[in-house]
């Protein structure tokens, strides 16, 4: 599974973005995708994560209730759409994929894509 994330940029505190993540691979449904951040010197940590039919999802306490995850098996792709962001959601985002059934620590996930930089301005 190779994935390519997107949609990273500038915006200002209580704007949004929205990231998407494309998977290559025609078993895409059968993982489970997450996102991720990680700010300058500190430790990746878990923002969101999605099973692999959709049905359940998961969020960090520190996003709940202003970001969503979702995604399209048809299309291969998630999604994390991000509302009333703030300075500390300055991050480099990260997308991933697993097969396991815990899918909330960096060490759950077999398969990463490249960062897409978030900056959150004051």
Do not use: H
């Not at 489970?32 to 999802?57: C, D, H, L, M, Y």
């Not at 098996?73 to 962001?85: D, K, P, T, V």
Request: net charge positive.
């Amino acid at each position: 599974v190779q994935l390519q994330a997107s949609g990273g940029g500038l915006v200002q505190a209580g704007g949004s973005l929205r990231l998407s993540c494309v998977a290559s691979g025609r078993t895409f449904s059968w993982y489970a995708k997450g996102w991720f951040r990680q700010a300058p010197g500190k430790e990746r940590e878990f923002v969101a994560a999605i099973s692999s039919n959709g049905a359940s999802t998961y969020y960090s306490d520190s996003v709940k209730g202003r970001f969503t995850i979702s995604r399209s098996n048809a299309e291969n792709i998630i999604y994390l759409q991000m509302n009333g962001l703030k300075p500390e959601d300055t991050a480099v985002y990260y997308c991933a994929a697993t097969r396991r059934f815990s899918m909330v620590t960096t060490t759950d996930y077999d398969y990463w894509g490249q960062g897409t930089q978030v900056t959150v301005s004051t």
